[in-house]
């Protein structure tokens, strides 16, 4: 069982940046692959970018490379997501999840997810 609580969300302006955190209970987290979701008001839930338990692979949507990095620290239990240059569109509500096995861009592979956090990128 994993838990998963989220952190550092806000209010920014287009241009900016913002760091997420995603803290997971459970003493198997080195063993699962991790992934950031967003939802926008009236969107379907989307990927955004996911690694692999091992840091060595990472997923990142098209829409974010270049911009968003995500990383992660097995010793403390945590993924990150720095967000670079934000747009409006990033604006969403992001989600952190986890898996067993490989990092995927499927939100229906995902077993646990944390509650979300709210971004909003202001013009």
């Known amino acids: 069982q994993v838990q998963l609580v989220e952190s550092g969300g806000g209010l920014v302006q287009a241009g900016g940046s913002l760091r997420l955190s995603c803290a997971a209970s459970g003493r198997t987290f080195s063993s699962y692959a991790m992934g950031w979701f967003r939802q926008a008001p009236g969107k379907e839930r989307e990927f955004v970018a996911a690694i692999r338990w091992s840091s060595l692979s990472t997923l990142y949507a098209d829409s974010v490379k270049g911009r968003l990095t995500i990383s992660r620290d097995n010793a403390k239990n945590t993924v990150s997501l720095q967000m670079n240059s934000l747009k409006p569109e990033d604006t969403a509500v992001y989600y952190c999840?986890?898996?067993?096995?490989?990092?995927?861009?499927?939100?229906?592979?995902?077993?646990?997810w944390g509650q979300g956090t709210q971004v909003t990128v202001s013009s």
């Open positions: 999840a986890a898996r067993s096995g490989v990092a995927s861009m499927n939100p229906h592979e995902y077993n646990y």
